[in-house]
């Protein structure tokens, strides 16, 4: 059965320390990947997602990720943090060409950053 | 433009009882899924509708659990009777067209979630 590892649970981080936080995905085909991150209060949203191509995408407010194919990976980075990024952050894969668009996550991290 | 709004934000029901939550999608958002959120577990996939259409529902836990998308608009999930394993985060997402796969997939918009908690 597909699923998505969340190594970390809980970081906490001062302001300006850079974050790395791990994801692990368990499929044998293509698939594609999402990061989403949910702010106190607020919804889901997206922060990136890798289909094809450059295995280094870039997101929204600096994110990035890396996907490593043979490590079956794609942490999630930014190098300096701010306070505003404290929130829960979650990996997600999808099958590539499947009939639905259902996507399997990972148990979040939460992210506090401390000012 | 609004967003997918859920209702009710939070409820509070004790066992044995019926509760139905509601789901608006993004107007003009042909795809529906529901997904749901156990204390410190994994957001998992319930259903998704294709406009009024079931296209997977194999996340559904049993058969107390029962989903509706009534002329491919609004969607409500109806629990009943809730147990206390129930309990939990109901998420509603919605996204345009397309499946799985670069080509056609679409940015999948998510509501703030429903708060169920059955005492």
């Known amino acids: 059965a597909q699923s998505v590892s969340q190594h970390n649970h809980h970081v906490i981080l001062s302001e300006a320390a850079s974050l790395e936080l791990g994801c692990n995905y368990s499929?044998?085909?293509?698939?594609?990947l999402f990061w989403y991150v949910q702010y106190p209060g607020q919804h889901l949203q997206l922060l990136l997602k890798?289909?094809?191509?450059?295995?280094l995408v870039k997101g929204i407010k600096g994110f990035e990720a890396e996907f490593i194919k043979s490590k079956f990976s794609f942490n999630l980075r930014k190098p300096s943090v701010q306070w505003s990024d404290t929130a829960e952050y979650f990996c997600?894969?999808?099958?590539?060409?499947?009939?639905?668009?259902?996507?399997?996550f990972g148990t979040g991290t939460l992210l506090a950053v401390q000012p | 433009e609004a967003g997918v709004t859920q209702f009710p934000s939070h409820s509070v029901i004790e066992k044995g009882q019926t509760v139905t939550l509601r789901c608006d999608p993004i107007?003009?958002?042909?795809?529906l899924y529901w997904y749901r959120r156990v204390m410190g577990k994994e957001i998992k996939f319930l259903l998704h509708?294709?406009?009024?259409?079931?296209?997977?529902e194999s996340g559904m836990p049993n058969n107390r659990f029962l989903a509706e998308r009534t002329g491919g608009t609004y969607s409500t999930l109806k629990v009943q009777p809730a147990e206390l394993e129930d309990s939990g985060v109901y998420f509603c997402?919605?996204?345009?067209?397309?499946?799985?796969?670069?080509?056609?997939?679409?940015?999948?918009?998510f509501g703030e979630g429903s708060w169920l908690t059955v005492v």
């Open positions: 499929y044998g085909g293509t698939v594609n």
């Open positions: 997402a919605s996204s345009t067209h397309g499946t799985g796969g670069k080509i056609g997939w679409d940015t999948i918009y």
């Open positions: 509708f294709v406009k009024e259409s079931k296209q997977d």
């Open positions: 890798y289909f094809s191509g450059d295995p």
């Open positions: 997600a894969v999808t099958p590539y060409g499947g009939a639905t668009n259902k996507l399997i």
């Open positions: 107007s003009g958002h042909d795809n």
